[in-house]
């Protein structure tokens, strides 16, 4: 019997990774044509909505089928919110999904062999996403965004938190708020597994169900000194991680 729970279980998982592959490159047929077709701010309009209803029906899937329980609604109020710098800790490959399922304006800055790649590029230079490879020409893009009203998803360790709960902060977020004057918003990830957080093998199967919760943190001005800030921003999320209890 047990062998037969570890079975199901091991099952699960793949048949959710090849889901989210098949999704993937069923949206990157639809977008490559309509990159081409479609003027950039509506291709902009439309690639993120796509992502939108993709990876929200996609942590439907993940519910339904028992892999995770996903508590993230209270992202739903930043919807009318305007342009904001949104900062998120970043656990684990699952964390910009969550936040893109319920918020459908957001622009990204994702790492340029993503942009290049045939599974996530076509969707993602559909949606205006930016290419961290640009340098000055990245924050530049990225403050024009900000101010034509989109929200900008920043992970501030740069890279899956390492150690966990949570790594060292990059100056990335604060500098972008320094630059752009714009607040930045904290959200705070809390989940009881380290799946596909660094180092975590894509078919190691974890305990199932896996619980996450998204909560809104306080939200800070635009800093006058972005190194200074950077200190207080990790500080500040430091002491607000609480991880669930449970789970692998």
Same mark, same amino acid.
């Given at each position: 019997? %047990?062998?037969? *729970?570890?079975? !199901?279980?091991?099952?699960? &998982?793949?048949?959710?990774?090849?889901?989210?592959? $098949?999704?993937?490159?069923?949206?990157?047929?639809?977008?490559? /044509?309509?990159?081409?077709?479609?003027? +950039?701010?509506?291709?902009?309009? $439309?690639?993120?909505?796509?992502?939108?209803?993709?990876?929200?029906? !996609?942590?439907?899937?993940?519910?339904?089928?028992?892999?995770?329980?996903?508590? @993230?609604?209270?992202?739903?109020?930043?919807?009318?919110?305007?342009?904001?710098?949104?900062? $998120?800790?970043?656990?684990?490959?699952?964390?910009?999904?969550?936040?893109? +399922?319920?918020?459908?304006?957001?622009?990204? @800055?994702?790492?340029? +062999?993503?942009?290049?790649?045939?599974?996530?590029?076509?969707?993602?230079?559909?949606?205006?996403?930016?290419?961290?490879?640009?340098?000055?020409?990245?924050?530049?893009?990225? $403050?024009?965004?900000?101010?034509?009203? #989109?929200?900008?998803?920043?992970?501030?360790?740069?890279?899956? #938190?390492?150690?966990?709960?949570?790594?060292?902060?990059? @100056?990335?977020?604060? !500098?972008?708020?320094?630059?752009?004057?714009?607040?930045? %918003?904290?959200? @705070?990830?809390? %989940?009881? #597994?380290?799946? &596909?957080?660094?180092?975590?093998?894509?078919?190691? *199967? /974890?305990?199932? /169900?896996?619980?996450?919760?998204?909560? &809104?943190? %306080?939200?800070?001005?635009? /800093?006058?000194?972005?190194?200074?800030?950077?200190?207080?921003?990790?500080? !500040?999320?430091?002491?607000?991680?609480?991880?669930? +209890?449970?789970?692998?």
């Amino acid at each position: 019997m %047990q062998f037969l *729970r570890h079975l !199901y279980s091991a099952a699960r &998982l793949r048949f959710a990774l090849v889901m989210l592959g $098949v999704g993937c490159l069923l949206w990157t047929v639809l977008a490559l /044509p309509l990159g081409l077709v479609l003027p +950039s701010r509506w291709g902009m309009w $439309v690639g993120r909505w796509m992502a939108t209803l993709g990876f929200r029906a !996609y942590i439907w899937l993940l519910d339904v089928i028992g892999l995770g329980r996903f508590d @993230i609604a209270a992202l739903d109020t930043l919807r009318g919110a305007g342009p904001l710098i949104l900062a $998120v800790n970043h656990p684990g490959l699952l964390d910009a999904l969550m936040v893109l +399922s319920r918020l459908p304006n957001v622009t990204c @800055i994702l790492k340029a +062999s993503l942009m290049r790649s045939p599974l996530w590029g076509a969707g993602a230079r559909l949606a205006g996403y930016i290419r961290n490879d640009l340098f000055l020409g990245a924050v530049n893009l990225a $403050v024009d965004e900000l101010h034509h009203g #989109s929200q900008l998803l920043l992970f501030p360790e740069g890279t899956r #938190s390492d150690p966990m709960p949570l790594g060292e902060f990059q @100056i990335g977020a604060a !500098y972008m708020s320094y630059r752009s004057g714009i607040p930045i %918003q904290t959200i @705070i990830i809390e %989940q009881d #597994s380290r799946f &596909l957080g660094k180092g975590w093998p894509w078919l190691k *199967r /974890p305990d199932m /169900p896996m619980h996450f919760r998204i909560r &809104l943190g %306080q939200r800070f001005d635009p /800093p006058t000194n972005p190194k200074a800030f950077t200190l207080t921003l990790h500080d !500040y999320f430091r002491s607000e991680i609480k991880p669930l +209890s449970g789970g692998a």
